[in-house]
């Protein structure tokens, strides 16, 4: 696949700074870019390898300072990384869809196919399952009895929807992905054991959703599991039956939420963040990695961090006292030295 300056700018809507016949054939890292490579510059960071990277074309945003002698084609753009992002998606074909229902795959007859289908060997669709339009459905996946799955939705290999499971348009479930399991529910009992309770409720998941490897999300013990549409989840991530995860959230890996915690919309989520249960979480609230989230934040668009979670303004004054320790324990023991021996000469 090749493009020139000038179609690639047309394409994604930009203003042209240098010669529009600049042909280039692949996407590169802009230190490694050469004569042929399209690269970006989003992060100011990178701003300085303008001046040294050999990539024929440059995608910049509009507002981007270009200074000194520079080899690059520069398209301008609205944002540099959502337009990359675009490119991306022109040379891998991810847009590219395939359809049919694959000889080794089982397709209930009870099952309601839509258009343009695709449905991968070994993969089984039960009874009751609705499929939308151009819906992909790769290899080694089951989806449960009366699923549904909305239009323009793909489930990588090896994913497993439980009964009752319903996927909004335009989603992506990435590899390994476990969704509608049974929510962790166990009655202690006198005896020390623990009585499992049923887990009655399914998983609903809106429109324009991206989760990623190995996550799971449980049902509901009754009701639902919820996320909202445009919510983005990483790989390795846990999410516990009832939790609701409101409007465009993003969610690093490793997080875990727990049982009946309501989330709301635009929340920043970063990685190995932990939530006990029954919390709620206001809207546009930001937590910093490795995060423990012990109770409920009603005040929105506040920044968190730290185990227990504290605003985080004031961890990083904890963690720069946390540094300060040793030396303030050194001048104590001096200080207790220094008095001690004020009192023996008192004493004397």
Same mark, same amino acid.
């Given at each position: 696949?090749?493009?020139?300056?000038?179609?690639?700018?047309?394409?994604?809507?930009?203003?042209?700074?240098?010669?529009?016949?600049?042909?280039?054939?692949?996407?590169?890292?802009?230190?490694?870019?050469?004569?042929?490579?399209?690269?970006?510059?989003?992060?100011?960071?990178?701003?300085?390898?303008?001046?040294?990277?050999?990539?024929?074309?440059?995608?910049?945003?509009?507002?981007?300072?270009?200074?000194?002698?520079?080899?690059?084609?520069?398209?301008?753009?609205?944002?540099?990384?959502?337009?990359?992002?675009?490119?991306?998606?022109?040379?891998?074909?991810?847009?590219?869809?395939?359809?049919?229902?694959?000889?080794?795959?089982?397709?209930?007859?009870?099952?309601?196919?839509?258009?343009?289908?695709?449905?991968?060997?070994?993969?089984?669709?039960?009874?009751?399952?609705?499929?939308?339009d151009n819906v992909q459905i790769?290899?080694?996946?089951?989806?449960?009895?009366?699923?549904?799955?909305?239009?323009?939705?793909?489930?990588?290999?090896?994913?497993?929807?439980?009964?009752?499971?319903?996927?909004?348009?335009?989603?992506?479930?990435?590899?390994?992905?476990?969704?509608?399991?049974?929510?962790?529910?166990?009655?202690?009992q006198k005896d020390g054991t623990?009585?499992?309770?049923?887990?009655?409720?399914?998983?609903?998941?809106?429109?324009?959703?991206?989760?990623?490897?190995?996550?799971?999300?449980?049902?509901?013990?009754? +009701? =639902? %599991?919820? @996320?909202? *549409?445009?919510?983005? /989840?990483?790989?390795? #991530?846990?999410?516990?039956?009832?939790?609701? $995860?409101?409007?465009?959230?993003?969610?690093?890996?490793?997080?875990?939420?727990? +049982? =009946? %915690?309501? @989330?709301? *919309?635009?929340?920043? /989520?970063?990685?190995? #963040?932990?939530?006990?249960?029954?919390?709620? $979480?206001?809207?546009?609230?930001?937590?910093?990695?490795?995060?423990?989230?012990?109770? =409920?934040?009603?005040?929105?668009?506040?920044?968190?961090?730290?185990?227990?979670?504290?605003?985080y303004m004031d961890s990083l004054?904890?963690?720069?006292?946390?540094?300060?320790?040793?030396?303030?324990?050194?001048?104590?023991?001096?200080?207790?030295?220094?008095?001690?021996?004020?009192?023996?000469?008192?004493?004397?």
């Open positions: 696949m090749q493009f020139t300056a000038k179609e690639l700018a047309e394409r994604l809507d930009g203003l042209l700074e240098g010669n529009p016949d600049v042909v280039v054939r692949k996407l590169a890292k802009i230190e490694e870019a050469d004569e042929e490579s399209v690269s970006f510059i989003a992060n100011p960071k990178y701003a300085v390898y303008l001046n040294t990277t050999k990539a024929g074309i440059l995608i910049v945003s509009k507002d981007f300072e270009a200074s000194g002698t520079y080899h690059s084609v520069l398209v301008r753009v609205e944002d540099a990384y959502t337009s990359f992002t675009k490119l991306l998606n022109m040379f891998s074909g991810s847009d590219s869809k395939v359809s049919g229902v694959e000889p080794m795959a089982f397709v209930s007859q009870k099952a309601k196919l839509g258009k343009d289908v695709f449905i991968g060997n070994f993969s089984y669709i039960a009874d009751d399952v609705e499929i939308g790769y290899p080694n996946c089951f989806i449960g009895k009366g699923s549904k799955i909305g239009d323009n939705t793909r489930v990588f290999p090896n994913c497993t929807l439980y009964h009752d499971t319903i996927v909004g348009a335009h989603c992506h479930i990435h590899s390994g992905t476990v969704i509608g399991s049974d929510g962790f529910g166990f009655a202690p623990f009585q499992k309770i049923n887990q009655n409720g399914n998983v609903i998941i809106g429109d324009h959703v991206d989760i990623g490897a190995n996550s799971t999300i449980d049902r509901a013990t009754m +009701g =639902s %599991t919820v @996320i909202h *549409k445009g919510v983005k /989840i990483d790989n390795l #991530v846990h999410i516990a039956h009832n939790v609701e $995860i409101g409007e465009n959230t993003v969610i690093a890996g490793q997080t875990g939420i727990s +049982g =009946s %915690t309501k @989330i709301d *919309k635009q929340c920043v /989520i970063g990685g190995q #963040v932990g939530f006990v249960g029954h919390l709620y $979480i206001a809207p546009g609230s930001q937590f910093g990695a490795q995060s423990g989230i012990n109770k =409920s934040i009603k005040t929105p668009n506040k920044k968190w961090n730290g185990s227990p979670a504290v605003e004054r904890l963690i720069n006292h946390n540094r300060n320790l040793p030396e303030v324990e050194k001048r104590l023991r001096l200080l207790e030295d220094q008095l001690k021996s004020l009192l023996a000469l008192k004493n004397d």
